[in-house]
Nanobody, 126 residues
Framework: VQLVESGGGLVQAGESLRLSCAASGFIDEEFAVGWIRQAPGKEREILSCMGRQRGKYYHQDLRQEKFRISSDPEKNMVYLQMNHLQPEDTAIYYC????????????????????WGQGTQVTVAS
């Protein structure tokens, strides 16, 4: 499995940004993909996750007032829409994947994810 993030950059406070994660190589019928960020000096934080289980797709947002996950299975893409960004949202944003879990992806901790992309930097200026 390979994951490649894109879409990061420098934005002003209050603006929106959409990150993309291109996924390839999934073999398992059930899997989960999460968006996770890490700010300087802080622990990794899971923002949203999605999973496939028994042919269905599930999307879960842990902070839905600001972050929304979506996917395009035909294109093997997972997206993270980020709204009302603030300087404290400055971080490296990763997408990560793990086999199984499916609709139960919210039970995952960041260290449960097995495959990670290289990350994309998001910087929010005040």
């Amino acid at each position: 499995v390979q994951l490649v993030e894109s879409g990061g950059g420098l934005v002003q406070a209050g603006e929106s940004l959409r990150l993309s994660c291109a996924a390839s190589g999934f073999i398992d019928e059930e899997f989960a993909v999460g968006w996770i960020r890490q700010a300087p000096g802080k622990e990794r934080e899971i923002l949203s996750c999605m999973g496939r289980q028994r042919g269905k797709y599930y999307h879960q947002d842990l902070r839905q007032e600001k972050f929304r996950i979506s996917s395009d299975p035909e294109k093997n893409m997972v997206y993270l829409q980020m709204n009302h960004l603030q300087p404290e949202d400055t971080a490296i944003y990763y997408c990560a994947a793990v086999d199984d879990w499916g609709q139960w992806c919210t039970a995952l901790r960041h260290y449960d994810y097995e495959v990670w992309g290289q990350g994309t930097q998001v910087t929010v200026a005040s």
